[in-house]
């Protein structure tokens, strides 16, 4: 009775291992278990098959899913800075709140032309004043009919983009390419305000394809000593662009829409501060007075 009492407590306490004839059973067991999956390779190599199979469609089937909320996520952080807009012009750009990373993420598929596309959203009417935008990559992207006054997008890589009736004045495009990107200003048969009024065109890149007409680029200016890098096509206009003015903040001092007394005619009815700054930088008349339409 007290040898079974012993065997008993000795197999049920997890501080005893077991006997040496149970160990050598249950190793028998293990190795017998794994003898038996071996003998059946051909099953496990179709089970290993099957499985990698489910977990791609699986994967594909859901890939959809988490772009959509990736995208969902994106946006909202797009409209945080639409919302995060001034009620006076301010004296630098934005921070610009991750934007530009979810601006290239939903525009990443634009220049792909032979794989199915997830992520090329349109911009088209995106209205985003005063924002960092330097060095963004938005090739192929569509950011027509827009507002992106007074950013900042020196640097940025545009080629092929759509900027059709999007107004850009006063932004720093310094740098920028803008090979085969359309700048258009007709819309519905109606000519808009141009969109490089007090623009800053120094070393921007301009090709062949690059849709712009060429007067347009005159509304823009340039710094000191510096030029644009385009095809010969632009050269007659290139050679009239004015020097940008040597002010601080060109957003505030030169594109600020307030009303001022022309210095010219003190007696005379106010007029805008953009008016004022074009006829003393001698703009041509057609550059108009810098009103976003």
């Not at 059946?40 to 489910?54: A, D, H």
């Not at 092929?160 to 932004?171: I, R, V």
């Not at 004022?276 to 550059?287: G, N």
């Amino acid at each position: 009775m007290l040898c079974e009492q012993e065997a008993t407590l000795s197999y049920f306490d997890p501080f005893h291992p077991p006997s040496p004839s149970r160990f050598e059973h249950f190793k028998d067991r293990v190795s017998g278990i794994f003898d038996y999956l071996i003998s059946r390779k051909e099953w496990l190599e179709r089970i290993g098959i099957l499985s990698v199979m489910l977990a791609v469609g699986q994967y594909i089937f859901t890939y959809g899913d988490r772009i959509a909320e990736r995208q969902v996520k994106d946006w909202d952080i797009i409209r945080q800075v639409q919302l995060a807009h001034v009620t006076k012009d301010g004296d630098a750009w934005r921070g610009n709140l991750g934007v530009i990373g979810a601006m290239q993420r939903l525009t990443q598929d634009c220049t792909n032309y032979l794989l199915p596309t997830y992520d090329c959203e349109s911009f088209a009417s995106l209205r985003i004043e005063e924002t960092e935008l330097g060095g963004i990559n938005l090739k192929g992207a569509v950011l027509a009919r827009g507002n992106l006054r007074c950013s900042n997008l020196s640097g940025a890589q545009l080629q092929g983009a759509d900027f059709t009736g999007t107004y850009l004045g006063g932004t720093s495009l310094k740098g920028a390419n803008l090979s085969g990107t359309k700048f258009q200003t007709k819309r519905f048969g109606k000519e808009h305000p141009n969109p490089f009024y007090f623009a800053n065109l120094s070393d921007v890149i301009l090709s062949d394809k690059t849709e712009v007409d060429p007067k347009w680029l005159k509304c823009g200016c340039v710094d000191a000593g510096k030029s644009l890098i385009a095809s010969p096509k632009y050269a007659t206009a290139i050679k009239e662009i004015r020097e940008c003015p040597n002010v601080a903040n060109i957003c505030g001092d030169v594109m600020g829409n307030s009303d001022m007394v022309d210095p010219d005619n003190q007696d005379g009815p106010v007029i805008k501060r953009p008016r004022y700054m074009a006829r003393i930088h001698q703009l041509p008349d057609y550059c108009g007075d810098g009103d976003a339409w």
